[in-house]
């Protein structure tokens, strides 16, 4: 493992300078482990991410981690996740504790041009994506397309698994796009699918008797079983499991009826669930660590160790669904591109993905201040051209914009 001590590093440096969500991390995936490292070319990349896409949890943390998987196996696919999550999950937890201690306008201003950086990055990887995948009419009609109906259902978490089947069953409508192409086949881990299959159902059996018989602490339990069904199920990453977690931790537990058969079922104020659905906008790393400080405050009301274990069972009931089912079904998919009609649908497919760039770049503009003749208007416009010509012209990797861009924030 020493030889592959570089590419971890550059993981860690990824993961404490990763904004933007999703799609911002492909971005700076792509800036790290295509353009700088070269761990991955750009058309592997893709791949990866547009197979994530369809597959529940969490697409970034997934991505990375077939990127460790390609360059060392499972061993290094799973240290590439560790360390990828480790930071923010670290994080989120400790904030769990110091929550009133926490100046939130400090945070915002030291932290608001990482939204218009992120921005930047978005144009950077749709720019590169869409000169590397929109090369004919087919595919300039998908990733267009793509961009508008998601920018019209951008937080339906079915739009992006159904867009890039409609996408792959459109380019196979030509037989003559792409020819076949022998695929070396990958031996498929069956025991990933059966422990994530062991564990969801000893998960629920566990939790549903502990409820039923009412058991002394358990809701850690409980906690790991609500936790460990969101990474098994949610689709559209951070936008989707955060509602999902708040009608679970917030909503459900007030309900009269839970009240009266469940007062003992695991909940979170209001107020401090609020708290960490907007700190993990300031964070870098996975959205998905936001489960950590969930985790945390679900158990504040114990001691220190009590509060711990909550931290550390968010964290790992999160992202063990997404490690497990995405080196199970890579294989898969991989060995599947060995006949034609996947290999053509992989056009379409990265076409989608340029539509998912395209539109993930317009929907966090919205949210940021362009319009109109004012200092921070032209500062926020300042920063997204700024990122994306360092980006496509420069070589500076990405934790030197980060950082920038936090020394922007402190002065300005």
């Given at each position: 493992?020493?030889?592959?001590?570089?590419?971890?590093?550059?993981?860690?440096?990824?993961?404490?300078?990763a904004?933007?969500?999703?799609?911002?991390?492909?971005?700076?995936?792509?800036?790290?482990?295509?353009?700088?490292?070269?761990?991955?070319?750009?058309?592997?990349?893709?791949?990866?991410?547009?197979?994530?896409?369809?597959?529940?949890?969490?697409?970034?943390?997934?991505?990375?981690?077939?990127?460790?998987?390609?360059?060392?196996?499972?061993?290094?696919?799973?240290?590439?996740?560790?360390?990828?999550?480790?930071?923010?999950?670290?994080?989120?937890?400790?904030?769990?504790?110091?929550?009133?201690?926490i100046?939130?306008?400090?945070?915002?201003?030291?932290?608001?041009?990482?939204?218009?950086?992120?921005?930047?990055?978005?144009?950077?990887?749709?720019?590169?994506?869409?000169?590397?995948?929109?090369?004919?009419?087919?595919?300039?009609?998908?990733?267009?397309?793509?961009?508008?109906?998601?920018?019209?259902?951008?937080?339906?978490?079915?739009?992006?698994?159904?867009l890039?089947?409609?996408?792959?069953?459109?380019?196979?409508?030509?037989?003559?796009?792409?020819?076949?192409?022998?695929?070396?086949?990958?031996?498929?881990?069956?025991?990933?699918?059966?422990?994530?299959?062991?564990?969801?159902?000893?998960?629920?059996?566990?939790?549903?008797?502990?409820?039923?018989?009412?058991?002394?602490?358990?809701?850690?339990?409980?906690?790991?079983?609500?936790?460990?069904?969101?990474?098994?199920?949610?689709?559209?990453?951070?936008?989707?499991?955060i509602?999902?977690?708040?009608?679970?931790?917030?909503?459900?537990?007030?309900?009269?009826?839970?009240?009266q058969?469940?007062?003992?079922?695991?909940?979170?104020?209001?107020?401090?669930?609020?708290?960490?659905?907007?700190?993990?906008?300031?964070?870098?790393?996975?959205?998905?660590?936001?489960?950590?400080?969930?985790?945390?405050?679900?158990?504040?009301?114990?001691?220190?160790?009590?509060?711990?274990?909550?931290?550390?069972?968010?964290?790992?009931a999160?992202?063990?669904?997404?490690?497990?089912?995405v080196?199970?079904?890579?294989?898969?998919?991989?060995?599947?591109?060995?006949?034609?009609?996947?290999?053509?649908?992989?056009?379409?497919?990265?076409?989608?993905?340029?539509?998912?760039?395209?539109?993930?770049?317009?929907?966090?503009?919205?949210?940021?201040?362009?319009?109109?003749?004012?200092?921070?208007?032209?500062?926020n416009?300042?920063?997204?051209?700024?990122?994306?010509?360092?980006?496509?012209?420069?070589?500076?990797?990405s934790?030197?914009?980060?950082?920038?861009?936090?020394?922007?924030?402190?002065?300005?």
């Open positions: 493992m020493f030889r592959h001590i570089p590419f971890l590093k550059a993981v860690f440096l990824h993961s404490i300078t904004f933007g969500g999703p799609q911002g991390h492909y971005a700076m995936m792509l800036k790290t482990f295509v353009n700088g490292r070269r761990d991955v070319t750009e058309d592997e990349l893709m791949d990866y991410n547009a197979f994530c896409q369809l597959l529940p949890g969490a697409s970034s943390t997934q991505t990375l981690t077939l990127i460790g998987y390609k360059r060392g196996g499972v061993p290094l696919a799973v240290l590439t996740l560790i360390i990828w999550m480790l930071p923010a999950c670290c994080l989120m937890g400790a904030f769990s504790f110091f929550l009133q201690y100046d939130q306008r400090a945070v915002k201003t030291i932290f608001k041009f990482i939204a218009p950086m992120s921005v930047g990055f978005l144009a950077f990887a749709a720019i590169k994506a869409f000169k590397h995948s929109v090369h004919n009419t087919i595919t300039w009609v998908i990733a267009i397309f793509s961009t508008v109906i998601l920018l019209l259902l951008f937080t339906k978490p079915w739009i992006i698994p159904v890039i089947l409609v996408g792959g069953f459109v380019t196979n409508l030509s037989d003559k796009r792409i020819p076949e192409k022998d695929v070396a086949r990958q031996k498929i881990k069956w025991w990933n699918i059966w422990l994530f299959g062991i564990i969801f159902i000893l998960a629920g059996l566990l939790s549903e008797t502990a409820r039923k018989h009412d058991w002394p602490n358990r809701r850690p339990i409980n906690l790991f079983e609500n936790t460990y069904r969101f990474g098994s199920f949610v689709f559209g990453g951070g936008n989707v499991l509602p999902m977690m708040y009608e679970q931790f917030v909503m459900r537990p007030e309900s009269r009826t839970v009240v058969k469940n007062p003992n079922v695991v909940k979170i104020n209001r107020d401090d669930f609020y708290m960490g659905a907007g700190m993990i906008r300031a964070i870098p790393g996975p959205v998905f660590s936001v489960s950590s400080f969930m985790g945390g405050t679900a158990m504040k009301d114990g001691n220190a160790s009590w509060q711990i274990l909550g931290c550390v069972i968010g964290s790992i999160i992202f063990l669904p997404s490690a497990l089912l080196l199970f079904f890579f294989p898969i998919w991989h060995n599947l591109k060995r006949y034609v009609v996947v290999y053509r649908a992989t056009e379409g497919i990265n076409a989608v993905v340029v539509g998912i760039l395209l539109a993930a770049t317009f929907y966090m503009m919205k949210d940021i201040t362009i319009i109109g003749l004012k200092m921070v208007s032209f500062m416009i300042s920063v997204i051209v700024g990122t994306t010509v360092l980006l496509l012209y420069s070589k500076p990797p934790p030197i914009i980060v950082m920038l861009c936090l020394l922007l924030g402190w002065i300005v």
